[in-house]
């Protein structure tokens, strides 16, 4: 199983920026796709944006033109760089990897808080 581990969270002002950080114990070339998923109180884990081995990218609309992924592939580390930021966009954000295999691996989460 792949380790991650997410950083980057933190409290923000509507119309902020913050940009999270999530850091794979193995090779994220190897994986077959990574992405972000949040979750907000009372709310279903939904996906935010994912990227796959390809390097096509894929966005919820609710955040599509604001939210960028990249990955940087040398230091296995998947990015989530979030401009504009609105109340709604407040949950616990999730680092996903599936691996070739199709087995998935989840970080623990780091909380995103945009609040006036």
């Known amino acids: 199983q792949v380790q991650l581990v997410e950083s980057g969270g933190g409290l923000v002002q509507p119309g902020g920026y913050l940009r999270l950080s999530c850091s794979a114990s193995?090779?994220?070339?190897?994986?077959?796709?990574m992405g972000w998923y949040r979750q907000a109180p009372g709310k279903e884990r939904e996906l935010v944006a994912r990227?796959?081995?390809?390097?096509?990218?894929e966005y919820a609309e609710s955040v599509k033109g604001r939210f960028t992924i990249s990955r940087a592939n040398g230091e296995n580390t998947l990015y989530l760089e979030m401009n504009n930021l609105k109340q709604e966009d407040t949950a616990i954000y999730y680092c996903?990897?599936?691996?070739?295999?199709?087995?998935?691996?989840w970080g623990q989460g780091t909380q995103v808080t945009v609040s006036p």
């Open positions: 996903h990897f599936m691996s070739r295999s199709y087995f998935n691996s």
């Open positions: 193995a090779s994220i070339v190897s994986a077959y796709r």
């Open positions: 990227i796959n081995s390809g390097g096509a990218r």
